[in-house]
């Protein structure tokens, strides 16, 4: 469990909960409270007690279990008082390229053992954002040392006040989260560039097997991965799919809501929309080249069957022309081995020679038609 209370540039982590329930507790800014599955489960009513002393409600006993339920897909919900968000992370990889993780049991490429999920949860409130977690945590821990080197605490470390190096108040502020929904959607967007990285690898890993298929000197038997690849590909389009679905209905219901009445309130809005609005446009250029990698797979397949379809006909082809070509000489052979008593040229001393060289000349000239008419041709490769 990681506790943060946020409040201007200023950013302070808290170790217990206990204390956040008093009255008179977090009276400027916001609370950030981060658990795992497991600490959400145990911390229950801990939880509720913090959210009923600060927000003045608890969460509904519907959203408890969707916070608690590690199959549950992407989605929106919301009340009068708080919005509930499930966001689908990428469970192998962490949250970007740089985040180590086991891989899973699965087969397949290692890219393809990425392309697998947890839920991670939020409920958005107006003083507090709670978010529940897989037990790794891993998009929690990575946020949480932004957020804190954002507010200058990130590599302090044991250095007097004095040694550390000042901030710009503007430039803290700015990378700071304002409220308790942008820190939610930049958790979001920092689960969205996962999804973004991971596009890089199928595509370099699609692209060779592309020129697998392609190529006509090489025998393709890794059909397997292959649709694997195209499975998970299907299956990453239905995640992107949902976590638009959750994105856009978070939209709707904002700028549904009444218009604010001071300046400062209006231009947190409106950064609270255009920071949605990003998300948003993010989750579509990954559904965008999802869709363009499935449809590059079925066409590397479609040109692989038509490249050995034509590999098939120019061996058929030549079969052919060489059947041809030797009928005649069949039928030639054919004649002069009758059990007749005369037949031309059998009693005379060169009439071998003179069958032979009939034979040789009527192939030459099949083969020079059948080149004429390009039946010999070679194919270009």
């Known amino acids: 469990m990681r506790i943060f209370q946020v409040s201007g540039s200023q950013v302070d982590e808290h170790a217990t909960l206990a204390p956040l329930a008093l009255p008179g507790a977090c009276r400027t800014g916001y609370l950030w409270l981060s658990l795992t599955r497991e600490e959400f489960r145990a911390s229950l009513g801990d939880v509720q007690r913090v959210l009923a002393a600060l927000c003045g409600t608890q969460l509904v006993d519907l959203h408890v279990s969707d916070l608690l339920n590690d199959q549950l897909p ?96 503007r430039a803290t502020s700015a990378r700071v989260p304002t409220s308790p929904a942008d820190l939610m959607l930049r958790v979001v967007n920092q689960i969205v560039d996962a999804y973004l990285e991971l596009r890089r690898e199928l595509t370099r890993q699609l692209d060779h097997w592309q020129a697998e298929l392609i190529d006509p000197k090489s025998r393709f038997t890794n059909w397997s991965a292959l649709m694997q690849a195209r499975q998970s590909l299907h299956h990453l389009d239905e995640i992107c799919e949902d976590q ?24 947190e809005r409106e950064l609270i929309l255009v920071r949605s609005r990003d998300v948003l446009e993010h989750i579509e250029r990954v559904v965008h080249h999802v869709r363009r990698l499935e449809q590059n797979a079925e066409t590397a397949v479609q040109m692989h069957f038509s490249v050995q379809s034509h590999r098939t006909n120019d061996i058929m082809r030549i079969l052919t022309v060489l059947t041809a070509v030797f009928l005649p000489l069949n039928l030639i052979a054919g004649i002069f081995g009758m059990n007749f008593e005369f037949i031309p040229l059998v009693h005379k001393a060169d009439g071998f020679w003179i069958a032979m060289a009939s034979m040789g000349l009527t192939a030459v000239g099949l083969v020079m038609v059948f080149w004429r008419k390009r039946y010999l041709a070679r194919t270009a490769r």
């Open 244 to 267: 638009r679905a959750a994105v856009q209905d978070w939209l709707d219901a904002l700028e549904t809501l009444p218009a604010p009445v001071g300046a400062v309130e209006l231009r």
């Open 74 to 169: 992407s989605h929106y919900d919301y009340t009068s008082l708080y919005d509930v968000i499930v966001f689908r992370r990428l469970a192998a990889a962490g949250v970007g390229p740089d985040t180590q993780a086991p891989a899973l049991p699965r087969s397949g490429p290692p890219v393809l053992r990425r392309i697998d999920t947890r839920p991670v949860g939020f409920a958005v409130f107006d003083r507090v954002l709670l978010s529940v977690h897989p037990d790794d945590a891993a998009v929690r821990d990575a946020y949480a040392a932004k957020l804190l080197a954002a507010a200058g605490r990130g590599d302090r470390g044991d250095r007097p006040e004095a040694e550390t190096p000042a901030l710009d108040a």
